[in-house]
């Protein structure tokens, strides 16, 4: 019998909890450790749609995700927020809710090297290593790799096409694109870090207006793809893993989920 307590010790494999940052919340935010496990979701938030996914979906017992259910103390759980509202369908149905957050972002393998992935860099490396894990592999929150030089334009249509994003929000440094970091998820304050790495361009998200403006006093391309499209790849990530892992188990990444931003 597979538990919810071994799925959670196999993910903190994959992204151990020393990685994550001190402000975050990760682990088994909702459950019991010792529910048995046959169907696990996996998606990138733990909202009420993906909740009632996971209950519709022939009652799956564990929910996995890279946002946190509960991210700021909660002062009560009840029906009149969302967080409440997921914790109180979650536990009436049984179902565990188990993230890796920050950890996941910089584990090797994570958020940042499936974004990289994505968008076909390489000789990918972590840049300024916070440390080393088990295994010897440096880990760290940003990517950085190599394309073959093309113009920022066929770039972009690059990040478009392959993240599934339907607009992109950027700022031309006023150079092609060679050397790219990534930083899926809000990492515009790394603009600086970037640049110092000899980055040419950087691919993150949640841009703040001053931090385009640095980027291009910088002469360093900006790329804001979207919080969602930058780290939803890794749900494709930890699904694989799970499925290697726990082959008695079935595991479907959410076939609903998506981005609630529009463009017009």
Known sequence: MTT????????QTLAPQYMK?????????CGRPDREVRRILVALDPFEAVCREAADWQGAELLVTHHPLIFQPLPSVTDGTSAGRCILFLAARGIAAVNAHTNLDCA???????LAHVLGLEQVEVLHPSGTDGRGRPWGL?????TEPVSLQEFLNRVKNRLGCPGVRYVSGGREVCRVAVGGGACGDCVQEAHAAGCDTFV???VKYNQFWDAKDLGINLVD????????PVCLYLADKLRAAFPEIVVKVSENHTDC????
């Open 4 to 11: 919810v307590q071994d799925v959670l010790e196999f993910l």
């Open 21 to 29: 940052m001190d402000w975050d919340n990760v682990g088994l935010l």
């Open 108 to 114: 090797p393998g994570g958020v940042n090297d499936c």
């Open 142 to 146: 940003l990517r950085a790799g190599r």
């Open 204 to 206: 993150t998200a949640d």
């Open 225 to 232: 793809a979207g919080h969602f499209w930058t780290e939803n």
């Open 261 to 264: 931003i529009r463009f017009c």
